[in-house]
């Protein structure tokens, strides 16, 4: 019988690789909210992963500028940091190009400003630990975020991603 050292735990060698292997099985089927497109990056054919509202971001962001996302793309591989990936750079300049947009208005139309309103939006309670209460209640022991999806209203949430 052989046995493997699994972080000070020795197990019989069977046991461990078949866990290991529905473990991967597991993990496999997970699907991710990333979805990969092919862009042309200053001629250069390439890969990009990014959340769905990344990409309808980068098309509305094309669209008002009359470019392809390509054009901007190319532009941000550019600009960018050299120890920067492309995905990153990409993120931060949606971002960037969003933030550079807003307004006070445009805030309060949106309800900002108001972090109850927020926690509402988000179907969020926080539960302040004692401590917290013991000193004034200013400090939020965030492990303690609870989601309360049935107990809130669902009016404004399509997805638990949008703008909070």
Known sequence: MQFENMGGIFMQSSFVRSNVTEERTLNSEAKSTLLSRNITVAGRRTS????????????EISKREKCTMHDICSL?????????????????????????SSTEDGHS???????????MRA????????????????????????????????KDSRHMGQAL
């Open 48 to 59: 990009v992963r990014l959340e769905p509202e990344m990409w309808m971001a980068l098309k």
């Open 76 to 100: 941000i591989n550019a600009r960018k940091n050299q120890n920067t990936s492309l995905t990153a750079a990409i993120r931060v300049f949606l971002m960037l190009y969003f933030r550079a």
């Open 109 to 119: 139309r949106a309800g900002h400003g108001d972090f109850e309103h927020m926690k």
């Open 123 to 154: 179907k969020i309670i926080i539960k302040p630990a004692a401590n917290a209460m013991r000193q004034g209640g200013e400090n939020i022991d965030y492990e303690r975020i609870q989601l309360e999806t049935n107990k809130m209203p669902d």
